[in-house]
């Protein structure tokens, strides 16, 4: 289920006092967006006392985190252009407790964002189901919005996917087909029409470290994996963001960057709750994680900041 318009657009409930889609797709100079991922309400102390397969009965945690980051962007000065989250919303899969109100809380705890930073959201093999189905996929596009679709911001086109139809489509293969069909188009699209950068967005990595490394709960099969590099180098793909891992992760492969960010939520490594500010300039796209506490406290690394000038 897809759409095709500007992201400012994508904000659900929201209008942004901005410009047109073909405006949009002029550069106009530096901007910075914030990527994030995996709030996923419920797997915080899930994880802790061993039961994922659950839905999670507590996620205070995660909501106090979510509202954290929300904050901390908010008085971002000059404001980020969009607040991207890369999947997994909430912890229960569909159909399972705790879903609706997780869903609920979680709208509640981003409902405080500032309607001048539009929210894109991005679907997780948590809100879909690991297997989606046409009701699963349904049910996320009334709640967040379209399971993928396309935008255009200061001269960038930006590709938000549904990689769960990568992992598994079975419950879905005509939705699945549709998906790619349209990906087909973005792509062709991207080669013929001018932009300064062609990013993507998706909740399953490509790889973690590298191209070539084994199959793995993380990251896509390898032969799905190569195939989509190839597409997207040859459409000009600058960088793939994406979270899943819970851990910070990543590498570049011949010119394509494969951004892996840790969580607001759950963390499954070493890594602080956090997010991800990216500078795109008009020849480069410069990222880095900084955690809750430090956005809280001291804003954006300076340095990313002087890029914006």
């Given at each position: 289920?897809a759409?095709?318009?500007?992201?400012?657009?994508?904000?659900?409930?929201?209008k942004?006092?901005?410009?047109?889609?073909?405006?949009?797709?002029?550069w106009?100079?530096?901007?910075y967006?914030?990527?994030?991922?995996?709030?996923?309400?419920?797997?915080?102390?899930?994880?802790?006392?061993?039961?994922?397969?659950?839905?999670?009965?507590?996620?205070?945690?995660e909501?106090?985190?979510?509202?954290?980051?929300?904050?901390?962007?908010n008085?971002?000065?000059?404001?980020?252009?969009?607040?991207?989250?890369?999947?997994?919303l909430v912890?229960?899969?569909p159909?399972?407790?705790?879903?609706?109100?997780?869903?609920?809380?979680?709208?509640?705890?981003?409902?405080?964002?500032?309607?001048?930073?539009?929210?894109?959201?991005?679907?997780?093999?948590?809100?879909?189901g690991?297997?989606?189905?046409?009701?699963?996929?349904?049910?996320?596009?009334?709640?967040?919005g379209?399971?993928?679709?396309?935008?255009?911001?200061?001269?960038?086109?930006?590709?938000?996917?549904?990689?769960?139809?990568?992992?598994?489509?079975?419950?879905?293969?005509?939705?699945?087909?549709?998906?790619?069909?349209?990906?087909?188009?973005?792509?062709?699209?991207?080669?013929?029409?001018?932009?300064?950068?062609?990013?993507?967005?998706?909740?399953?990595?490509?790889?973690?470290?590298?191209?070539?490394?084994?199959d793995?709960?993380?990251?896509?099969?390898?032969?799905?994996?190569?195939?989509?590099?190839?597409?997207?180098?040859q459409?000009?793909?600058?960088?793939?963001?994406?979270g899943?891992?819970?851990?910070?992760?990543?590498?570049?492969?011949?010119?394509?960057?494969?951004?892996?960010?840790?969580?607001?939520?759950?963390?499954?490594?070493?890594?602080?709750?956090?997010?991800?500010?990216?500078?795109?300039?008009?020849?480069d796209?410069?990222?880095?994680?900084?955690?809750?506490?430090?956005?809280?406290?001291?804003?954006m690394?300076?340095?990313?900041?002087?890029?914006?000038?």
């Amino acid at each position: 289920m897809a759409g095709d318009e500007s992201v400012f657009l994508r904000a659900k409930d929201r209008k942004y006092k901005g410009l047109t889609e073909d405006e949009q797709k002029e550069w106009s100079g530096p901007f910075y967006f914030i990527q994030a991922a995996d709030p996923q309400l419920g797997l915080m102390k899930a994880w802790r006392i061993g039961d994922c397969d659950s839905g999670g009965d507590e996620w205070t945690e995660e909501v106090q985190l979510t509202k954290q980051a929300v904050q901390a962007i908010n008085k971002l000065q000059p404001r980020p252009r969009f607040l991207v989250l890369c999947g997994d919303l909430v912890h229960a899969m569909p159909g399972c407790p705790f879903r609706e109100e997780q869903v609920k809380d979680l709208k509640e705890a981003l409902r405080g964002s500032d309607p001048d930073i539009p929210l894109v959201f991005v679907s997780g093999n948590h809100d879909l189901g690991n297997t989606p189905t046409p009701e699963s996929v349904e049910q996320f596009c009334r709640d967040w919005g379209d399971d993928y679709f396309s935008f255009w911001v200061g001269g960038v086109l930006c590709l938000v996917l549904n990689s769960q139809f990568f992992f598994d489509s079975s419950g879905c293969p005509e939705l699945m087909e549709a998906h790619e069909v349209w990906l087909e188009s973005q792509l062709q699209r991207a080669i013929q029409t001018p932009s300064c950068h062609v990013l993507v967005f998706q909740h399953i990595p490509l790889f973690l470290h590298k191209p070539d490394e084994e199959d793995d709960y993380f990251n896509l099969q390898k032969g799905i994996r190569e195939r989509l590099i190839q597409r997207f180098k040859q459409a000009g793909v600058k960088a793939v963001f994406s979270g899943h891992y819970h851990r910070n992760a990543g590498g570049c492969y011949d010119g394509l960057d494969m951004v892996v960010s840790s969580a607001v939520g759950c963390q499954l490594g070493d890594d602080a709750h956090g997010v991800r500010v990216v500078v795109v300039t008009k020849d480069d796209i410069i990222h880095r994680y900084h955690s809750l506490d430090q956005l809280t406290q001291r804003g954006m690394d300076e340095d990313l900041k002087k890029l914006l000038v």
